[in-house]
């Protein structure tokens, strides 16, 4: 079944760097776009990052436009988030996600804090 490890959240000061991590399995990673998203206490979670199969095609929210990257490595089965000149807005629980067979399936989160 689908399956995914998340890793890299933490706390960070404001300005800093963390480097977000989900490791795939259970379906054929390479075939698949992938997304990124965020929710936070008493808010929907909302979209952050897309990549398409390919890593052509990336597609970012507004309010992270130029200070995150999302990347993917087939081999590894992986997709990655970096996240650079972090604000205290961006503290949440982080998700990767897959839409198979017609269901969208998550991963457990990862936390990140952004504060002084």
């Known amino acids: 079944q689908v399956h995914f490890v998340e890793s890299g959240g933490g706390l960070v000061q404001p300005g800093g760097s963390l480097r977000l991590s989900c490791a795939a399995s259970?379906?054929?990673?390479?075939?698949?776009?992938m997304s990124w998203y965020r929710q936070t206490p008493g808010k929907e979670r909302e979209l952050v990052a897309s990549?398409?199969?390919?890593?052509?095609?990336?597609n970012y929210a507004d309010s992270v436009k130029g200070r995150f990257i999302i990347s993917r490595d087939n081999d590894k089965n992986a997709v990655y988030l970096q996240m650079n000149s972090l604000k205290i807005e961006d503290t949440a629980v982080y998700y990767c996600?897959?839409?198979?067979?017609?269901?969208?399936?998550w991963g457990q989160g990862t936390q990140v804090i952004v504060s002084a």
């Open positions: 996600k897959v839409y198979h067979r017609a269901s969208d399936y």
């Open positions: 259970g379906f054929l990673f390479r075939a698949y776009d």
């Open positions: 990549i398409d199969s390919t890593a052509r095609r990336k």
